[in-house]
């Protein structure tokens, strides 16, 4: 009999990164031989929203549980995550369905420890069973935080109509108190907790600190000098998607070059929103500039989206290799997303950004724009001359170039291998 003991890889299979981010720590992990890896999900493959056929192309062991989520329960997490409605994250109903399957399922699995990133349910659950649980996400929140109040930019929640006539001070500490001291979106897991005798969570940042907060960042792009043990830079962790780069790719890098123009890299990650989506497409059509897009899946996702038709110089294709197509363009725009962010300095590709929304996400480019190579914009008040005039002045500032090959350089460093250095942290913190 096996007695080793399990770690699970709790991935939230709706988003592209977080599916690859997990995977690559789990692959890692299972090449050391110490634990069992098990990779569970609410997700089946046969969902046209999951990347859980991921898991299968790596040969890990895979668990998905029940009930499968809804494309309704998706939509709703990446609409309050992005603050376009209130409440809770995890609903009542939503929460309570899947609970005891998932307790069962822990406790089932001689659990050493669980690893996620945004499957949200079992913050609760681990904390509930006493497991430790590895929390894998950005550092920039912090970063952002620990930066002086006036050199920060507001987030795009907190911008524009009243924002515009409150001190910017006032802004960032109530930015900072709801990030730490606001339940309402975790009201159900806290009555939970109270109810079985458990610490509540404080706020949202405690319910997604975890035991251990994995920063999948290097302290020279995300610099957080005040933080504990618990804290640990892991290096990013870039996802590779299988596959070989499609033809549409070589035939836009050619028309650039036959023209004189940039080619433009535009992708909204996983989490984009199909009608903006739209909208940047409609924007970049018919510029100077060739624009090699990864957004056909997304797009064909939304009836009113379906039946777009991209002008001439816009090159639309199925989910693409990004770090092999990345390199081949000249300039990227993208949505912030941690992994989009560091594949496009790897890529050498100075890049302009539109939030989805996400806080972590403008927080993640800010770095960028601080470093250098890097414009970020509001998805609100942006105009398509400004995106335009932005990824031309790129194009031609030889300064970015000069400041994302530095960046791409120190992330390069062998011991900053992301799923390596996690695994290998793993390890540390659980050694016999």
């Not at 991935?11 to 990164?17: D, H, I, K, M, W």
């Not at 929203?49 to 299968?56: E, L, P």
């Not at 920039?140 to 006539?165: A, C, H, L, T």
Request: hydrophobic share 40%.
């Amino acid at each position: 009999m096996d007695n080793k003991k399990t770690v699970v890889f709790a991935t939230a299979t709706y988003g592209l990164s977080e599916t690859q981010r997990m995977i690559q720590i789990a692959r890692e992990l299972k090449k050391l031989d110490r634990f069992n890896v098990v990779v569970a999900h609410y997700c089946p493959e046969d969902l046209p929203f999951s990347f859980a056929k991921i898991i299968k192309e790596e040969g890990l062991d895979q668990v998905a549980l029940e009930p499968a989520m809804t494309e309704e329960d998706v939509n709703h997490i990446f609409a309050v995550d992005r603050g376009e409605k209130l409440g809770e994250l995890l609903p009542a109903e939503f929460l309570e369905s899947r609970l005891e399957n998932e307790l069962d399922f822990l406790r089932s699995m001689n659990v050493l420890c669980v690893v996620t990133g945004f499957c949200l349910s079992f913050y609760l659950s681990c904390r509930l069973l006493d497991i430790p649980i590895i929390s894998v996400l950005s550092g920039s929140y912090k970063w952002w935080m620990e930066r002086p109040i006036q050199e920060r930019r507001m987030p795009d929640m907190v911008s524009g109509g009243i924002f515009n006539i409150i001190p910017k001070k006032w802004i960032a500490n109530v930015t900072e108190w709801f990030s730490y001291h606001y339940k309402r979106p975790i009201k159900t897991a806290n009555r939970i907790l109270i109810h079985n005798g458990k610490k509540p969570f404080s706020g949202f940042m405690d319910f997604l600190g975890g035991d251990y907060f994995f920063a999948s960042d290097i302290p020279e792009y995300i610099p957080i000098s005040n933080y504990d043990k618990r804290f640990i830079y892991t290096g990013p962790l870039i996802g590779r998607l299988k596959g070989d780069v499609p033809k549409e790719a070589h035939q836009a890098r050619r028309t650039a070059d036959e023209k004189g123009w940039p080619l433009v890299y535009f992708a909204m990650g996983s989490s984009g929103k199909p009608e903006f989506v739209k909208r940047c497409l409609e924007m970049l059509a018919d510029q100077k500039m060739i624009v090699l897009s990864p957004m056909k899946n997304l797009l064909h996702q939304k009836m009113e989206t379906q039946s777009f038709i991209p002008a001439t110089n816009i090159f639309l294709t199925e989910w693409l290799p990004a770090d092999k197509t990345n390199p081949m363009c000249d300039v990227a725009l993208i949505h912030g997303g941690q992994g989009t962010v560091y594949t496009a300095i790897l890529s050498r590709t100075p890049f302009c950004a539109i939030g989805n929304g996400n806080i972590e996400q403008e927080f993640n480019v800010e770095a960028g724009v601080f470093h250098g190579f890097a414009r970020l914009f509001r998805r609100k008040t942006v105009k398509p001359e400004q995106i335009i005039q932005a990824l031309l002045e790129l194009y031609q500032d030889k300064n970015a170039y000069e400041n994302i090959e530095a960046m791409a350089k120190l992330i390069e460093r062998p011991e900053w291998n992301g799923e390596i250095r996690a695994a290998k942290t793993i390890l540390e913190i659980f050694k016999e």
